[in-house]
Structure formats: C-alpha cells, structure tokens
C-alpha cells in the first residue's frame, strides 16, 4: 500500500544531474543524462549516463549498507506512486525512492591521493613559502608531494554545500561549529570507513579511488547516508595500471571531460559550449568501463555496453 500519492507531481528539486520529487516523508530521485563541468550544465546529454549512475548507487548501497544507515527505500517502479508508474519509461533504471531527510549542509569529502583542489590549494600556500611545510583545513602536509601523490593516509575535507556557486573546502573544525562535535565525529568516522572499504574493492578490480565525496542527512533523529555514492560523478576514478605520480591522471569519471574543456577558450560561465560527439561517446565508454569492473555481472541491474 502507498504511504503517499501525488496526483500532479511537480519537481522539488532540479539540480544539475538530478530531479527531485517531493512525496511527503519520501522523496523520488530521477537522475537525468546531464553533466555538468565547473558547476555549469552543459548542453549535450551522455546517452545512459543516469542509468550507469543509479545502477552503481544500487550497488554500493548494497555491498557497504552494513556501515551506516542509508536513504534507499527501492528503484523497482512497480513501488513507486502510481503517477509515476503510469509514466514508468522516464524512470525505469534512474530512479530511487528513498527516505526524505534533512541534509547536512557539508559535504563529506575523503581524499587517499593530493589531486583536484587539494593539490592546488597545496601547490598556491607551497609557493608563497618554499621549503616549508603546508598547512591546510587542518591538517600539516610536508613541502615535497608531487601531484597525485598517495597521502599517508586517507583525510576528511569537509565542503561547504552551496546550492548555487562554488562548494569550498573547510576544516573539520569549521564543520563542528555548524553541526555539533557528536555530529562531527559521527560524519567523520562514517565518511572514512566507507571510502577505506570502497577503495580495498576497487583496488581488487583495478581502480583507484582518489577521492570522494558523501552526503548526509538527519532522519527520525540519526544520520543516514544520502544521495548518490561513489559514482564517477562524485568520485574520482583512476585506472590503476596507468597510474603514475607527477602528473594528472586518465579517469572513468567526468575528469575528461574538463580536460577537454581546458582546451577550449570558455570561461566557464554559462552558456558553456557543446561537446563533440567523440567527447560525448568516450565519455560514456568510461562510465560503462568503471561500472562492468565495479559491479560484477551477478549483481548488475543494468544491461549497457
């Protein structure tokens, strides 16, 4: 039985991948073929790319739902409210009805390798004082890392969570001010447990995981797990037997297409331009790629080659 129907369904949220029906004490996750590169939503489509993305949430869902409590109720449409059975073909492989919370407004980032922002950040504060150890959001890296470098171990990097604009990266001090240090330590010890037992998967199937992020919310008192997870849209994915310190790396994840992107002269304010059809299609080759050696063939939902 339906613990809620919506007759005329209206977006909650339309974000840059994702649209968001509200149900209530559920809410509809459809998650879209759109990219996005530098916060701007690009104008071409990559063909499955929501299907690819939801199926790998599933999995992860599964395989690391024994760490903490997570949002995911079903993605069988038969479960869904009927107005959006009756519309099954826009949500068939994209969808999740999962619980409705209330999100933390951090992302919870853990980073293995010194890439991305870190590394520029890391690279700007190393300049200003050569020789010096860098201090940065915390924690004290010493002056010689190269880029892409393997950290020591693993660091927590919380981001402010901007609905418009740039995320920033802060310190997991900064974090406590804003959530308590109950919460603080909860999301932390969470956010490195589910990248340490991720990472030692993938590293069996060949990929590295510098880095990732998590979302969290607060539902009937606890906080669970929210929104998509390790995804080659809010991770990045590395091939292990191209790794190589000192430089930037090929990737499954949407890394290729801002490189390509660098090669243009955009601004990266909006309109951002359109992707040529072989961007568009190797795109898609490494989201299929990271998804067949992620998932194993018994546990995919998803038939895409």
């Known amino acids: 039985m339906e613990s809620s129907t919506v007759s005329n369904p209206e977006t909650f949220i339309k974000g840059k991948v994702r649209d968001v029906y509200d149900l209530d004490d559920r809410l509809l ?10 916060d701007v939503i690009l104008p071409d489509p990559v063909p499955d790319k929501g299907k690819i993305l939801t199926a790998m949430s599933l999995f992860w869902f599964d395989y690391l739902g024994h760490v ?17 059975r009756s519309r ?45 150890p860098v201090s ?21 990097t919380p981001a402010t969570k901007a ?13 406590t001010k804003f959530v308590g240090q109950d919460a603080a330590l909860l999301l932390e010890r969470y956010s490195h447990q589910l990248y340490s037992e991720a990472s030692a998967y993938a590293a069996e199937k060949g990929i590295i995981i510098a880095d990732t992020k998590f979302e969290f ?16 849209d809010s991770s990045r994915f590395w091939p292990a037997d191209k790794y190589q310190i000192g430089r930037s790396q090929e990737s499954f994840d949407k890394q290729y297409v801002r490189d390509y992107l660098q090669t243009t002269d955009w601004d990266k304010t909006p ?16 989201y299929v790629e990271a998804y067949h050696r992620l998932v194993p063939a018994e546990k995919r939902v998803l038939d895409v080659s």
């Open 29 to 38: 996750i459809c998650t879209s073929d759109r990219i996005s590169a530098y």
């Open 68 to 84: 903490c409590p997570h949002h995911l109720i079903s993605s069988d449409v038969s479960t869904f409210p009927q107005s959006f």
């Open 88 to 132: 099954a073909d826009e949500f068939v492989g994209r969808s999740m009805l999962v619980k409705k919370a209330q999100r933390i407004d951090f992302e919870c980032v853990v980073r293995g390798y010194i890439t991305g922002s870190l590394w520029k950040e890391y690279k700007t504060q190393r300049d200003l004082n050569p020789g010096q």
């Open 136 to 156: 940065l959001h915390g924690y004290t890296f010493p002056s010689d890392l190269e880029e892409s470098q393997k950290l020591p171990k693993p660091i927590f």
């Open 163 to 175: 609905d418009e604009g740039h995320d920033e990266n802060v310190s997991v001090a900064y974090m």
């Open 217 to 232: 919310g607060w539902h009937n008192g606890e906080i669970i797990l929210i929104d998509e997870i390790l995804s080659p």
């Open 271 to 286: 309109p951002a331009p359109s992707l040529p059809e072989d961007i568009l299609r190797n795109t898609r080759a490494r």
